[in-house]
């Protein structure tokens, strides 16, 4: 059970060590996905497309773009999310109702 928010005594509370994994999850999904996208979409660099090795190379940096793109994206997630936790020990959560961010002692 989630401890009711110690400003607005409301329930819709959140606990932020779950939204920092989901942050980093989705943030490193996202980051993939668009950095391999970019990589294999943007348009061709010169002389990259004479080569016969071509479709091969440019799935190579697509998957390195991706890769990196995702570790940028789930550092992104986890900062995006890590300003919000409060200083000091115990549990962070964070009101849904009134955005007050608060740590309950277990
Ligand atoms: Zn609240």
Same mark, same amino acid.
């Given at each position: 059970?989630?401890?009711?928010?110690?400003?607005?005594?409301?329930? @819709?509370?959140?606990?932020?060590?779950? +939204?920092?994994?989901? !942050?980093?999850?989705? /943030? %490193?999904?996202? $980051?993939?996905?668009?950095s391999a996208y970019v990589s294999l979409y943007s348009p061709a660099r010169g002389?990259?497309?004479?080569?016969?090795?071509?479709?091969?190379? @440019?799935?190579?940096?697509?998957?390195? +773009?991706?890769?990196? !793109?995702?570790?940028? /994206? %789930?550092?992104? $997630?986890?900062?995006?999310?890590?300003?919000?936790?409060?200083?000091?020990?115990?549990?962070?959560?964070?009101?849904?109702?009134?955005?007050?961010?608060?740590?309950?002692?277990?």
């Open positions: 059970m989630p401890p009711p928010c110690s400003r607005c005594v409301s329930q @819709r509370v959140i606990n932020l060590e779950t +939204a920092r994994k989901l !942050g980093m999850v989705t /943030g %490193a999904l996202v $980051g993939t996905l668009q002389s990259l497309t004479a080569s016969p090795h071509f479709p091969l190379s @440019r799935i190579a940096v697509a998957v390195v +773009a991706g890769a990196s !793109g995702g570790i940028a /994206g %789930a550092a992104a $997630g986890h900062r995006l999310v890590e300003h919000l936790f409060p200083p000091g020990d115990g549990t962070p959560w964070l009101c849904l109702g009134c955005g007050h961010a608060f740590r309950e002692l277990a």
